[in-house]
């Protein structure tokens, strides 16, 4: 009759293994709402300190489920356990079960995108490599080292919605820097998502010789393998590129963008200068930089526009009996760069020429492009 009645000692015990599994479920789906609230965010978890009982700040992730524990019950009840509780207590607010938490998303995401892609069948792969700084422990010294960025461009059809998603995949450790290692590499990891290389469609990356080369790069090494992959180099990349070069053919051109590049140096190095300046311009200069070109339009763009309220404020910088002789002596050596016939020509020459270079690079940018 108690069989039949489930009132047995085991059933008891299951019946209070199923409350704690729930208490436990409840709980962990409220961490992990709190990491994917920073997530969507891009704002860290943690801080200096991870101790709740003596930190009043204890980083984002805690202070977040600290903010959620004043309304909710549930978050409530759990805190107040571990910070009453001397010793050991089994929180999952770790540093380590975070990270835990992050990992599992970011699996879940992969998984979910993975699907979509192997729905498709047909893709195409964007690898761009770039230099980074590696911590292999907490106590270590940073190590540089170089990475790829993975990104897959699919198809994904949803009832009568056709759209074109490009997803953002891992970033890779490169353990090589020739094309045939980098071939390998990007061949082993579509392998290891489970992406079969005779499905992929097409490739994208920067225009250096090592990936965009015809003869020995990665995209030539690729075709081999399979000749439907084909090679479109990056539109955008190559505009820079030509921007690049086109700049650095004369010295006076290479002149001028220098000098461009010494006014914000000049002027972002103190916050005297900067003020001086702002009393002058009402806008501030812009940093100029060879990798991104539309910083290049941003930087002529002002100086052009406000050329004689920035000259006034250098004069008034050099010609100050307040000014250090340091300020004095790179504000009038500004001057005379900037007060030359070829700096204003190419001042003038490159404006327009820029807004072009800038409106080109923006539509090249278009989402669904």
Aim: one cysteine or more.
């Amino acid at each position: 009759m108690r069989l039949q009645k489930c009132e047995t000692i085991d059933a008891a015990v299951q019946i209070e293994q199923q409350k704690s599994f729930e208490k436990w479920k409840a709980v962990l789906s409220r961490i992990l709402e709190c990491v994917l609230y920073l997530a969507r965010q891009s704002l860290p978890l943690r801080g200096h300190s991870e101790d709740l009982r003596a930190s009043d700040n204890c980083g984002n992730f805690l202070e977040v489920f600290k903010l959620l524990a004043k309304y909710d019950p549930v978050a409530n009840q759990h805190l107040h356990k571990v910070q009453q509780t001397d010793g050991y207590v089994v929180s999952y607010l770790s540093p380590q079960s975070q990270n835990e938490c992050i990992q599992l998303l970011g699996d879940h995401i992969q998984t979910d995108i993975f699907q979509r892609i192997l729905k498709a069948k047909y893709y195409s792969i964007m690898f761009d490599r770039t230099p980074d700084i590696l911590h292999t422990d907490q106590n270590s010294t940073p190590d540089y080292t170089d990475q790829m960025s993975q990104v897959i461009r699919y198809v994904h059809i949803e009832d009568t919605e056709v759209t074109v998603e490009e997803s953002f995949i891992d970033f890779i450790q490169l353990h090589g820097k020739s094309a045939n290692e980098i071939t390998e590499q990007i061949c082993d990891k579509l392998q290891a998502d489970g992406l079969k290389l005779k499905y992929c469609y097409g490739q994208g990356y920067d225009n250096a010789a090592t990936m965009a080369g015809h003869i020995r790069g990665v995209q030539k090494r690729i075709l081999d393998v399979n000749p439907k992959a084909v090679f479109v180099s990056c539109n955008n990349h190559s505009l820079n590129l030509a921007g690049v070069h086109a700049a650095s053919v004369g010295t006076k051109s290479v002149t001028f963008f220098g000098t461009v590049q010494k006014v914000y140096t000049f002027v972002s190095s103190s916050t005297h200068r900067w003020d001086v300046l702002k009393e002058h311009v009402p806008v501030n200069v812009k940093r100029s930089c060879d990798t991104r070109w539309r910083s290049k339009h941003e930087a002529v763009h002002v100086l052009a526009e406000y050329t004689e309220k920035i000259i006034e404020a250098l004069e008034v910088l050099r010609d100050g009996l307040e000014e250090t002789s340091e300020t004095k002596g790179d504000a009038g050596s500004l001057l005379v760069c900037i007060m030359t016939y070829p700096f204003f020509a190419f001042l003038y020459f490159w404006s327009p020429v820029l807004t072009e270079v800038n409106d080109a690079q923006i539509y090249l940018q278009q989402r669904g492009l």
